[in-house]
């Protein structure tokens, strides 16, 4: 196996996941696996309140002397949402969104 390979992940392994039971945010923040692995550049839409909280993150990390990236954040962030609530959860969460956009023009109901 190279050095550089990441682990496969069974379909076992992703039930095992899936079947454990749900954890408070800060316990999830603590059972984030951190690996090296390969990231890849992306564009991500944000809307103000997004951006405002990133900005007050950066701030306190200066503060202290962190070293935090937007990206990082996002990629913990998701790590977490997953964690709590498993992708078909995620999916749910935004299923269940009466205010979602939806895709696409919007169509006149004429």
Avoid: C, W, Y
Wanted: avoid cysteine.
């Amino acid at each position: 196996m190279e050095e550089d390979a990441l682990p496969v992940q069974t379909v076992a392994d992703t039930q095992e996941r899936t079947e454990q039971p749900r954890t408070t945010s800060k316990e999830a923040a603590t059972a984030v696996v951190r690996r090296r692995s390969r990231v890849r550049p992306t564009q991500v839409h944000l809307d103000e309140a997004s951006e405002d909280h990133l900005m007050a993150i950066r701030k306190r990390a200066v503060l202290i002397d962190v070293a935090v990236t937007n990206s990082a954040v996002l990629r913990l962030a998701l790590a977490e949402l997953v964690e709590r609530h498993g992708h078909d959860g995620v999916v749910t969460l935004f299923a269940e969104d009466e205010n979602r956009p939806r895709p696409g023009r919007p169509r006149n109901s004429a």
